[in-house]
């Protein structure tokens, strides 16, 4: 997931997107997993696909994701 995060922030989003999909097909922390799931949104959420961003958030927050600031993600996705 490192790789993923690094490409990330080097604003390579589309290339981050396949970097977590892999990640999240091996992870098996439901922690880290919703992390990815999180991640794998703000990526397609900057590419433009927000129906894609929506469905990875409302995934991590099934499995107790929090944005640390409290931001409502899908309502965020909707808004932009």
Same mark, same amino acid.
């Given at each position: /997931? *490192?790789?993923?995060?690094?490409? &990330?922030?080097?604003?390579?989003?589309?290339?981050?997107?396949?970097?977590?999909?892999?990640?999240?097909?091996? =992870?098996?922390? $439901?922690?880290? !997993?919703?992390?990815?799931?999180? /991640?794998?949104?703000?990526?397609?959420?900057? =590419?433009?696909?927000? *129906?894609?961003?929506?469905?990875?958030?409302?995934?991590?927050?099934?499995?107790? &994701?929090?944005? $640390?600031?409290? =931001?409502?993600? =899908?309502?965020?996705? !909707?808004? *932009?």
């Amino acid at each position: /997931m *490192d790789t993923a995060e690094q490409v &990330f922030d080097q604003a390579k989003y589309e290339l981050s997107i396949q970097y977590y999909t892999q990640a999240i097909a091996q =992870i098996n922390a $439901p922690a880290n !997993l919703a992390y990815a799931l999180y /991640m794998r949104g703000c990526a397609y959420k900057e =590419i433009g696909n927000k *129906d894609k961003a929506r469905q990875d958030w409302e995934s991590a927050q099934k499995l107790g &994701f929090q944005h $640390p600031w409290g =931001i409502n993600l =899908i309502a965020q996705a !909707l808004n *932009d």
